[in-house]
């Protein structure tokens, strides 16, 4: 059973570019959570969302970033026009149930570096 | 709200040597705890969680850690570590989800 897979694992972009951060959650889990980690800090959560709905996006910069998880396909977190602050890494976790007491599994994150 | 503190940024500790990374959270409800592990590089590896229950909860890799409510603490605790326990420790609550602390990073030196 594969866990959570993120790709890239590493991106680079010029500021004023889009990032497009990608997250196949676990085999059987519905729920994903983004968190960001920026240099020598913990992880700040951004957005909760399950299949087609956004449960809460208390987390989110209210401009440039957004966040889907279709249907089918992964979950992909978009920035656009991006600044060199947006440089950190993006960490995705998923969940089956989305539970309280449910553990979440991260993925290996990542890495974007702004120009 | 809740938060949570980490009152430690670094841990420097001999191998085969004790230690004690310390976590404090306040909350206006009750919360579940738990504590995570990065390698570098690396995403988080659940260590331990405390949802009810004993107070003292084992996890994995021969951590533990001791929920006291009155102390508003969550602290983790290994008996002897070793050169691989070398990682950044994060310790968080949950009501939807994780708010994180800043983390602590355990430097095991030979």
């Known amino acids: 059973n594969a866990g959570v897979m993120q790709n890239p694992r590493h991106l680079v972009r010029r500021r004023g570019q889009e990032a497009r951060l990608r997250c196949s959650p676990m085999k059987g889990h519905s729920h994903v959570y983004w968190y960001r980690q920026l240099p020598e800090e913990g992880l700040k959560f951004m957005v909760y969302?399950?299949?087609?709905?956004?449960?809460?996006e208390s987390g989110m910069p209210k401009e440039r970033f957004s966040a889907e998880f279709p249907k089918e396909g992964p979950s992909i977190l978009r920035i656009q026009q991006v600044v060199r602050g947006d440089s950190a890494a993006y960490f995705c976790a998923s969940s089956s149930l989305g539970g309280l007491d449910e553990t979440q599994y991260f993925g290996p994150g990542t890495r974007l570096l702004v120009l | 709200a809740q938060s949570v503190t980490q009152l430690d940024s670094q841990v420097p500790v001999f191998e085969e040597a004790p230690v004690e990374l310390r976590c404090n959270y306040s909350s206006s409800v009750s919360v579940y705890l738990f504590w995570y592990v990065q390698y570098p590089n690396q995403g988080l590896q659940l260590l331990l969680k405390y949802l009810s229950g004993s107070t003292l909860v084992k996890g994995i890799n021969g951590f533990e850690a001791e929920f006291n409510k009155s102390q508003t603490s969550f602290h983790l605790r290994k008996p002897s570590v070793h050169i691989s326990d070398t990682a950044e420790y994060f310790c968080a609550v949950r009501r939807r989800a994780l708010t994180f602390g800043s983390g602590t990073r355990l430097q095991v030196q030979p």
């Open positions: 969302l399950q299949k087609e709905n956004i449960i809460d």
